[in-house]
């Protein structure tokens, strides 16, 4: 019923900088918390960043200062800057959105998860 569109993953060098986009599309009635995940080989995912509607934001201690997660309710979108891109940060990067779906007052709650972006970082 709701799906996720990514884009913006990429090969930058260490320093650099990447923009990463994700779109929700179906019967969205509204959305709620919105994040950023990522998975490194090897490693298990783990949470990066998380949006509340209302703006709130947590950061995991490893990106702060650097990664900046922002949303557009209007658009059903939520961003990730990511500067100063290290190489600890190369990982499948993969968003995740929450919400209610349907026609009011029939609605229905969704999790739905992107299907991940490579961002390759190089030293």
């Known amino acids: 019923q709701v799906q996720l569109q990514e884009s913006g993953g990429g090969l930058v060098q260490a320093g650099g900088s990447l923009r990463l986009s994700c779109a929700a599309s179906?019967?969205?009635?509204?959305?709620?918390?919105m994040s950023w995940h990522r998975q490194a080989p090897g490693k298990e995912r783990e949470l990066v960043a998380s949006?509340?509607?209302?703006?709130?934001?947590n950061y995991v201690d490893s990106v702060k200062g650097r990664f900046s997660i922002s949303r557009d309710n209007a658009k059903n979108t939520v961003y990730l800057q990511m500067n100063n891109l290290q190489a600890d940060d190369t990982a499948v990067y993969y968003c995740?959105?929450?919400?209610?779906?349907?026609?009011?007052?029939?609605?229905?709650?969704?999790?739905?998860w992107g299907q991940g972006t490579q961002v390759t970082v190089s030293s």
């Open positions: 995740r959105i929450e919400g209610n779906y349907g026609t009011n007052p029939w609605l229905y709650e969704f999790d739905a």
């Open positions: 179906g019967n969205i009635f509204n959305t709620n918390l």
């Open positions: 949006i509340t509607r209302k703006g709130t934001t």
